[in-house]
C-alpha cells in the first residue's frame, strides 16, 4: 500500500560569519546560524470532504533551528517545534556549551515536549 503525498516544503536560513584577524592571516567562522522551515500539503488544501468539527491543516509546524558561537568554547543551540494551528511551542531543545582547549566541557541542556517531557541536564566532561 503506498501513501500518496503532494507536499512542498520550504526553509530560509540566515548566517553571520565573523573574520579574526591571526598572526598567519585571516581566519572566518560561522557565528550565528537561524534556520525556519515548514511543509505545504497541497493535498490536505485541496481536499474536499471535511468531517464536521475539523478543518483542513494544510501547513506543518515550523521547525526552528538556531547555533550561536560568539566566542571559541562558547555556543548555545536551539530546536524548537512551533504549531501554526495551536499557536503554541510543542518542542524546545536548549544547549549551552562551555569548553577549553585540553577538551573539557560543561553543558546545560533542556528538553521540553509538549505533554511529554521536560527535563534539565547538566553534562560534564573532562579528559
Sequence with gaps: MTSDQNSVTYAITN?????????????????????LAQTYNIKESNRDAIADGTSRRPLSDINVELDFKPVPYLSFAARNIFSVYNTTWTQANYDLGLSDTRGDAAIV???????TIEETNLILKGR
Excluded: D
Excluded at 109 to 115: E, L, V
Design 15 to 35: 548566517t553571520i560569519m565573523a573574520r579574526y584577524k591571526e598572526k598567519g592571516g585571516k581566519r572566518y567562522a560561522e557565528i550565528l546560524r537561524l534556520k
Design 109 to 115: 541542556t533542556y528538553r521540553y515536549t509538549q505533554n
